[in-house]
């Protein structure tokens, strides 16, 4: 730790300087041992904050760093190593510091009488709540190594239906950002240009030009008031998405909304149905495993109400099936596989297909959207540039011929 002191030697010079040392107690005795007669001050200061403490998003520990991790210390305690060695031998072998970091504190309460589990607790914010508690129960039957494995294949394929998701939608969003740059380029840079150029020869003008240009005035002139009107919205949005009853508000209006609302639901309940089936895995009791799945699937708040309510009447003893058959929210063929996995002692295994068949038709769903979309799209911004052009270049051949 690095200290800030004032001393003075004996010719009673004052001294103003930084120290590092491990205590106040060793950064005193260094200066007394440096010549220094007196400490009139000494502070501890600060630590300077790393770059993956200002940026986590970019250099600060990724869901990927948490798999792989995991992995790596299963490998190394399926070969006989102890926790406390492959935890420094993960450290040193690591080249990101936000890593390394991480490991240490890990490793420094694993050396004042912690268990693991209660390590990577003081973590929340990187280890998700499935992780902690898969390596709590695992941890307590001796079989860690299985738990690392079960929670890192359980992240991975979260987060490849994730990135599935991410790149059908990228493509849409790109097309969107493009075609607001060309419009904006044509209003601020050719448009300017071109006015003036009418203007100086009087030319008259065709109606679909003196659309455009009264749209391009109107921009030019209220722009301000434009922006201001679009702050205060997305103000006002945000305000009242933030009120206590907001969010519901929203959630409820996004499950309304046709193909979407479907697709948000499955896409929930397959959080829902892997988390449960890994928990299960994994050998905890059915109501902490409601606990955490609940969690999983907290996307949208009328879901997660259908799901607090499940897990209620579960802890009262109704089983699973019943309160899902009473709820419109679940889909027939979850009422029906659940039903049957419980009658059958096979709930894991149909709360994995659950998991398997709505993420896969949550992917595909979505695929089929952006399909849909995008030629939309492609036709939509085709039209808005050819009217731009258009209106731009007929009073121009009109000039031309008339010059």
């Known amino acids: 730790m690095l200290y800030k002191y004032y001393a003075y030697k004996l010719d009673k010079q004052v001294i103003a300087g930084t120290i590092d040392a491990g205590s106040e107690q060793s950064a005193e005795e260094a200066l007394y041992q440096s010549g220094y007669k007196y400490v009139l001050d000494l502070q501890a200061l600060p630590p300077r904050p790393k770059l993956h403490q200002l940026i986590p998003s970019l250099f600060g520990v990724k869901n990927s760093d948490i798999i792989e991790f995991a992995r790596q210390l299963a490998a190394f305690l399926e070969s006989g190593s102890s926790l406390r060695t492959s935890l420094d031998l993960l450290r040193e072998q690591n080249p990101k510091a936000a890593v390394k970091a991480l490991l240490s504190d890990i490793i420094s309460k694993l050396e004042q009488g912690s268990s693991f589990s209660h390590a990577i607790r003081a973590h929340p914010q990187i280890f998700p709540h499935s992780f902690l508690e898969v390596i709590e129960s695992c941890e307590k039957t001796g079989e860690l190594e299985k738990g690392l494995l079960q929670i890192a294949g359980y992240l991975e394929h979260r987060a490849a239906v ?13 097309v969107v950002c493009l075609a607001i740059g060309v419009c904006v380029l044509m209003v601020t840079s050719v448009m300017p240009s071109i006015v003036r150029l009418l203007d100086s020869f009087q030319a008259s003008l065709p109606p679909v030009t003196q659309l455009v240009l009264a749209v391009f005035n109107f921009i030019t002139y209220f722009k301000y008031h434009i922006l201001a009107g679009i702050a205060g919205s997305v103000i006002l949005l945000f305000t009242i998405y933030k009120l206590p009853g907001g969010r519901v508000l929203f959630d409820r209006a996004a499950l309304s909304t046709p193909v979407l609302g479907n697709i ?18 994994s050998g905890l009791p059915l109501p902490n495993i409601m606990e955490v799945a609940v969690r999983s699937a907290s996307g949208n708040r009328i879901v997660n109400q259908s799901l607090q309510k499940l897990k209620e009447r579960l802890m009262q003893g109704e089983g699973l099936a019943v309160p899902v058959s009473q709820d419109k929210l679940f889909p027939s063929m979850m009422v029906k596989m659940i039903a049957v996995g419980e009658q059958t002692g096979t709930l894991e295994e149909s709360l994995e297909n659950l998991a398997n068949y709505y993420q896969e038709y949550t992917r595909k769903r979505i695929s089929t959207l952006v399909a849909l979309i995008e030629p939309a799209l492609t036709i939509l911004i085709g039209i808005a540039i050819a009217i731009l052009m258009i209106s731009m270049i007929i009073p121009i051949y009109k000039i031309m011929g008339s010059a």
Request: net charge positive.
């Open 264 to 281: 948000i639901i499955t896409h929930n309940l397959g959080l829902f149905c892997r988390t449960a089936a890994m928990l299960l895995k």
């Open 162 to 174: 994730m990135e599935k998701i991410r790149r059908a939608v990228a493509y849409p969003l790109f």
